[in-house]
């Protein structure tokens, strides 16, 4: 497989002789505000600029959307699609709102539904700690990673939005996925901490996961993000985890 990191949690995902889009934000950097109640709300999102052209991103078989949050879709990619694509989602809520936007064939990932050969599996996970969630519940809302199979390529397991917890571990316990792939900045909400992984996290997910690749993703790009590239790399290499922790720049292809 190649995995390129876009931006944020945009990725391009070639699998078994299929591109997935993955999280697609388009928007141009700066042109929505800060998240309210969130770390340097006072900054512009998104605050990296797409390094990839829209036309590049476009040009794939099927969207995969974890969830519908400003920072992994938005308009300009509503846009940009073409509306009868293939288009992937969590469940039928997030289903109603990709048809809305005028999308004609949105499929919730209910079971384990197969698209060209590549079987998809929605993993549980969850946007933040119990207590971040019962606090902010409506902000928050549901989340979803995805596992690609195939019997031609490795098991990818994409975690989506979340934090280390029992879900995330009982996902790589069950899967053993070869590959893993984590959104974590450590975003964080003011007097409630991460809502998604931090430095700790990943290192759980390392152990946990001792056969694993691991990809981190989803850096640098939101007003809210208290972990940068560099600072995981720091953390990595005091760790000793820079064997298996891949953390690609933007625009940058992995071949995994």
């Known amino acids: ?39 340097n709300s006072h900054l512009r999102n998104p605050t990296a600029a797409l390094v990839v ?19 992994h879709w938005d308009d300009a990619a509503a ?3 073409r509306k009868d694509i293939p288009f992937f989602v969590q469940h039928f809520g997030d289903k109603a709102t990709i048809e809305a936007a005028g999308f004609t064939d949105v499929r919730a990932l209910i079971g384990h539904p197969v698209f060209n050969g590549i079987r998809l599996t929605r993993t549980p996970g969850q946007h933040g700690s119990d207590a971040c969630l019962q606090a902010a519940y409506e902000v928050l809302g549901e989340v979803c990673g995805v596992l690609f199979e195939h019997p ?20 790589l316990t069950l899967y053993a996925p070869d590959v893993v792939v984590m ?54 290499d005091d760790n000793r985890m820079a064997d298996r922790v891949l953390i690609p720049a933007d625009g940058e292809t992995l071949s995994l």
């Open 79 to 81: 846009a940009a699609l």
């Open 183 to 236: 959104n974590c900045c450590d975003a964080q909400v003011l007097g409630l901490g991460s809502i998604i992984m931090n430095a700790t996290d990943v290192k759980s997910v390392y152990d946990a996961a001792p056969q694993a690749t691991l990809v981190a993703s989803h850096m640098e790009a939101v007003n809210h993000a208290a972990l940068t590239r560099a600072g995981l790399r720091a953390f990595v």
């Open 1 to 39: 497989m190649k995995l390129r990191q876009i931006r944020n949690a945009t990725l391009l995902l070639d699998y078994a002789g299929t591109r997935f889009l993955i999280d697609p934000w388009f928007a141009a950097q700066g042109s929505q505000p800060g998240f309210e109640g969130t770390l």
């Open 152 to 171: 031609d390529e490795k098991s990818l397991y994409l975690a989506g939005d979340t934090v280390f917890n029992e879900y995330v571990a009982g996902n």
């Open 53 to 71: 052209p829209v036309a590049e991103l476009v040009d794939v078989d099927a969207v995969v959307l974890t969830h519908v949050h400003p920072d």
